[in-house]
């Protein structure tokens, strides 16, 4: 069992992360250009994902995901992870396929908007993706 706050924090970064790959200014501003107070590229964001995910695995319930947050993000994940495992960012990629994803990201974050962690995050003026002007 995983107490509230690594869930919580777990989650929120996720979603942080999501939130990075579903915007193109974010990727070129950030991964491509290097400009930003942030310090982040594809491989950085691909490692904090799998560490995120690391801690959610299959524990869907326990992080209270609903069966309609829990598939879209299943998709998502599988689709990102087989994007990360094939191609390089900057250098070769199908852009296509990441259209997709950032569209997927898109809707991962529309389906969590009403997360009890999201929702409550949100209140508490917490959210780092809110706060940011930059993102």
């Not at 389906?111 to 508490?124: I, L, Q």
Request: glycine content about 4%.
């Amino acid at each position: 069992m995983i107490n509230n706050e690594i869930k919580i924090n777990s989650l929120l970064g996720l979603l942080e992360v999501v939130k990075g790959i579903s915007d193109l200014n974010y990727q070129i501003r950030v991964w491509i250009q290097g400009v930003g107070p942030e310090c982040d590229d594809f491989d950085e964001t691909v490692n904090n994902f799998v560490d995120f995910e690391e801690c959610i695995k299959e524990r869907y319930k326990e992080y209270e995901m609903t069966v309609k947050q829990r598939d879209i993000y299943i998709k998502f994940r599988d689709l990102f992870r087989e994007f990360a495992d094939d191609n390089d960012f900057v250098l070769d990629f199908d852009a296509e396929k990441w259209q997709i994803i950032m569209d997927l990201a898109k809707e991962v974050l529309k389906a969590f908007d009403d997360h009890p962690y999201v929702v409550e995050a949100r209140k508490a003026g917490q959210l780092p993706w809110e706060n940011r002007k930059d993102f």
